[in-house]
């Protein structure tokens, strides 16, 4: 399947960062797999100064960053979620993200060193939570709410009342 670029992509998150726009962007391609950056631009003499935007690709979705000034953060109305295959997945991306000053979150939410969120999700978990059983729901629920990094196998033996 060919890289979906900027241009060809019908939506795109943009990600606004004060100054680290090229550092993230190359952080977050260096910590997903079948990821890349496509084009750093520069613009000068704008109100901010001279802003660096980033094209770059996760997984083959398209993202721009810009460099751009404080006037605005990031806070957990938007976070980016990432479905996982498995426990070793899940403690591979938790530990790549919440390096070097990222913050834990409840329910497998965490924010990584430049104040994005994110949710680090089991895939099965999906699965269990579209299981309609309001029983095997509710034990899920309190389990995943005692949790800050999701635990599969804990998840699991909720779910199935173990």
């Not at 899940?90 to 834990?104: K, N, P």
């Not at 939570?129 to 729901?137: A, H, Q, Y």
Request: hydrophobic letters at 45%; a negative charge.
């Amino acid at each position: 399947m060919a890289a979906l670029s900027v241009s060809s992509a019908k939506i795109v998150p943009h990600l606004w960062f004060d100054q680290a726009a090229i550092e993230a962007a190359k952080f977050y391609t260096q910590t997903f797999e079948n990821s890349c950056v496509i084009h750093i631009s520069q613009i000068h003499d704008t109100p901010s100064g001279t802003v660096d935007i980033v094209n770059f690709e996760l997984f083959g979705q398209p993202f721009m960053a810009i460099s751009a000034g404080p006037m605005f953060t990031f806070n957990e109305s938007i976070s980016l979620v990432i479905s996982c295959d498995d426990q070793e997945e899940v403690d591979r991306y938790w530990s790549a993200l919440s390096a070097d000053g990222g913050e834990a979150g409840q329910c497998g939410w965490l924010k990584d060193k430049f104040g994005l969120s994110w949710q680090v999700v089991p895939k099965v978990m999906n699965e269990m939570m579209r299981s309609g059983d309001p029983e095997k729901l509710a034990r899920l629920t309190q389990c995943f709410l005692t949790m800050t990094k999701l635990d599969v196998k804990a998840l699991e033996r909720a779910f199935h009342g173990e």
